[in-house]
Nanobody, 127 residues
C-alpha cells in the first residue's frame, strides 16, 4: 500500500501562487501526479511525473504556469502553481502508481495509470 498526504492548498487571488506538497509512505512508487476536480466536472490530470521525476507531463491548461517536481529522498512530490486563474479553482488530489504506471496504452495524464490517491486539498482562486 501507498499512503499519500497532501498539504498546501488555500485561497489566493488571481495572479498569485501556491505550492502543494504530497508526502508518500509505504511502498515505492513509479509515477506520481496531481489531478484536480472542479465542482460539477470530472477529475482531470494537471501534471504527472514518471521515473522519479525524470519525465514530466502537463495539461495544456496549466503548461507554463505549473511545475511538478519530486524529491526522491523525501518521497515527496510538489506542484508549484504560478499565475493562478479563477478556473484553477478545484480540489487537487495527489496520486501515485506502481504497476499501473506501465499502462502505456493510456496517456501520461490518465487516471488509469494511478492506483493510490490522497484525500485532496482545496485550491480557490478569486478574481
Amino acid at each position: 500500500q501507498v499512503q499519500l498526504v497532501e498539504s498546501g492548498g488555500g485561497s489566493v487571488q488571481a495572479g498569485g501562487s501556491l505550492r502543494l506538497s504530497c508526502a508518500a509512505s509505504g511502498y515505492s512508487t513509479n509515477c506520481m501526479g496531481w489531478f484536480r476536480q472542479a465542482q460539477g466536472k470530472e477529475r482531470e490530470g494537471a501534471a504527472t511525473t514518471y521515473t522519479g521525476g525524470g519525465r514530466t507531463y502537463y495539461a495544456d491548461s496549466v503548461k507554463g504556469r505549473f511545475t511538478i517536481s519530486q524529491d526522491n529522498a523525501k518521497n515527496t512530490v510538489y506542484l508549484q502553481m504560478n499565475s493562478l486563474k479563477p478556473e484553477d479553482t478545484a480540489m487537487y488530489y495527489c496520486a501515485a502508481g506502481r504497476s499501473a504506471c506501465q499502462k502505456r496504452l493510456y496517456g501520461p495524464l490518465s487516471r488509469v495509470r494511478f492506483e493510490y490517491w490522497g484525500q485532496g486539498t482545496q485550491v480557490t482562486v478569486s478574481s
